[in-house]
């Protein structure tokens, strides 16, 4: 069974908003406390990330790039019924074989080539030992992680947030949209300008980061979507900046 993450709503900060990130000013934004409280009574805990074992929350991880998670769980299923869900396994299997079990994922062809990578790059780096590979310093992992064929920023603080229970904040599409909706980032903002602002803005806690990154994805599919968004029905509503109509 997954593990599950049991928190309670509210926690408290001494660090305020980067003012960079607020268009009205730090002092005239909702803290990122308000947002975790309101998300957290609405929704309650997401016992997120599913997995049984690490390497398999790796491994989707890896699949969920570009599709939905529901593709993925049929690809984690047929490597699951061929006993395919550890990294030695990966690294034996034939390409082609590998390719068409996570067919469902999509981009089956680069995921299979990137999952390759992956364990090839554990069993160089650590013996095929995730304890070890994780026993590694966050900064310096997650450097090494990035220069893995086909692990990107996202997919890197996946791993370490999730299988890993590395202090990170994992950013994503929902995140951005969510934090430009709300006139807390723009376009300019990379990747880790958004995941240095929730990581300064925080309690450096990682069931806080597990949870509250969950709830922004819950947040995102239901309400916050790319098209046609239902604000007026969004727990988040109240802190939409008045008169700014939501991005189409």
């Given at each position: 069974?997954?593990?599950?993450?049991?928190?309670?709503?509210?926690?408290?900060?001494?660090?305020?908003?980067?003012?960079?990130?607020?268009?009205?000013?730090?002092?005239?934004?909702?803290?990122?406390?308000?947002?975790?409280?309101?998300?957290?009574?609405?929704?309650?805990?997401?016992?997120?990330?599913?997995?049984?074992?690490?390497?398999?929350?790796?491994?989707?991880?890896?699949?969920?790039?570009?599709?939905?998670?529901?593709?993925?769980?049929?690809?984690?299923?047929?490597?699951?019924?061929?006993?395919?869900?550890?990294?030695?396994?990966?690294?034996?299997?034939?390409?082609g074989r590998l390719?068409?079990?996570?067919?469902?994922?999509?981009?089956?062809?680069?995921?299979?080539?990137?999952?390759?990578?992956?364990?090839?790059?554990?069993?160089?780096?650590?013996?095929?030992?995730?304890?070890?590979?994780?026993?590694?310093?966050?900064?310096?992992?997650?450097?090494?992680?990035?220069?893995?064929?086909?692990?990107?920023?996202?997919?890197?603080?996946?791993?370490?947030?999730?299988?890993?229970?590395?202090?990170?904040?994992?950013?994503?599409?929902?995140?951005?949209?969510?934090?430009?909706?709300?006139?807390?980032?723009?376009?300019?903002?990379?990747?880790?300008?958004?995941?240095?602002?929730?990581e300064r803005s925080?309690?450096?806690?990682?069931?806080?980061?597990?949870?509250?990154?969950?709830?922004?994805?819950?947040?995102?599919?239901?309400?916050?979507?790319?098209?046609?968004?239902?604000?007026?029905?969004?727990?988040?509503?109240?802190?939409?900046?008045?008169?700014?109509?939501?991005a189409s």
């Amino acid at each position: 069974m997954p593990a599950r993450v049991h928190l309670q709503p509210s926690f408290s900060t001494s660090n305020p908003i980067p003012r960079e990130f607020s268009l009205g000013g730090a002092n005239a934004s909702p803290k990122l406390s308000d947002y975790y409280d309101t998300l957290f009574a609405a929704f309650g805990p997401q016992y997120w990330w599913p997995g049984r074992t690490p390497f398999e929350i790796i491994v989707g991880a890896i699949l969920t790039q570009n599709t939905s998670w529901s593709n993925v769980e049929l690809a984690i299923q047929n490597l699951r019924r061929k006993k395919l869900l550890t990294p030695g396994a990966i690294e034996a299997v034939s390409f082609g074989r590998l390719a068409a079990l996570i067919r469902s994922s999509g981009y089956f062809r680069q995921k299979a080539k990137k999952l390759k990578a992956f364990v090839r790059f554990l069993r160089a780096e650590y013996q095929g030992s995730l304890a070890k590979m994780f026993r590694t310093p966050t900064r310096a992992l997650r450097d090494q992680l990035l220069g893995v064929h086909g692990i990107g920023p996202e997919t890197a603080d996946s791993i370490l947030l999730y299988a890993g229970r590395h202090l990170v904040f994992v950013v994503d599409a929902y995140t951005r949209r969510i934090l430009e909706r709300h006139q807390l980032a723009g376009p300019k903002h990379s990747y880790e300008d958004v995941r240095l602002f929730f990581e300064r803005s925080l309690p450096p806690d990682v069931p806080l980061y597990n949870e509250f990154h969950a709830l922004i994805v819950q947040t995102g599919k239901d309400y916050c979507r790319k098209r046609n968004p239902r604000c007026d029905q969004c727990p988040l509503q109240d802190f939409l900046p008045e008169r700014t109509p939501p991005a189409s």
